[in-house]
């Protein structure tokens, strides 16, 4: 009687420890997250600091094609720009932080790189993660633009059943979907003689 009772408690305890997770991985994605400020990366800074002394730029103009590039959800939950909840100003922030920490910020050659974002999408639905954004690049001097490029950024991951490992994930890749499209931008040898 007393090894039933035992089996009993420890069947009904190992069901309240499952249910208490399952509780807070709802609590977990029942409220609106916001998307952590863009960290400069060290790739990027070392492609803006190879660059000559005389390449300076300033951000210009972000905007997004269709007002739904700034709705991004996670697990069928908000996932907000801390920008005024534009995902346009999130990435000319992320491109004011390359700059800045590149020490290329600035407007001595009077290059002003402006963006209009053709896709920002976030899928962190379980099975594969995808994250992907897109934007045309313009560098205009004195009003005139003299260079144009579309930059684009894209991950896949293993996205877990578990929203408590998901969203991470999610928000991650999509700071590394930025970076990796602004990495492609900075590559560009074209890109290089505009700024300077």
Not at 79 to 84: C, R
Request: glycine share 6%; proline share 4%; net charge positive.
């Amino acid at each position: 009687m007393k090894t039933t009772c035992a089996t009993v408690t420890n069947k009904g305890q190992t069901w309240l420890a499952s249910l208490a997770i399952l509780l807070f991985s709802l609590m977990l994605t029942a409220c609106t997250a916001i998307a952590p400020a863009y960290q400069a990366t060290v790739d990027n800074v070392k492609i803006l600091q190879t660059m000559p002394d005389n390449a300076w730029a300033e951000p210009g103009h972000f905007s997004v094609v269709d007002e739904s590039m700034n709705q991004l959800r996670i697990r069928g939950n908000p996932y907000n720009s801390p920008f005024n909840n534009s995902y346009a100003e999130y990435i000319k922030e992320a491109l004011r932080t390359e700059l800045q920490s590149a020490g290329r910020l600035g407007n001595k050659t009077n290059a002003v790189i402006s963006g209009l974002v053709l896709k920002n999408d976030l899928d962190g639905s379980f099975g594969i993660g995808k994250a992907s954004v897109i934007v045309r690049f313009t560098v205009t001097k004195s009003g005139k633009p003299i260079y144009e490029k579309v930059a684009i950024g894209e991950t896949k991951w293993d996205s877990s059943l578990m929203a408590a490992l998901a969203i991470p994930d999610a928000q991650r890749n999509h700071a590394e979907a930025v970076k990796q499209m602004l990495g492609k931008l900075f590559a560009d040898p074209n890109f290089q003689k505009a700024i300077q």
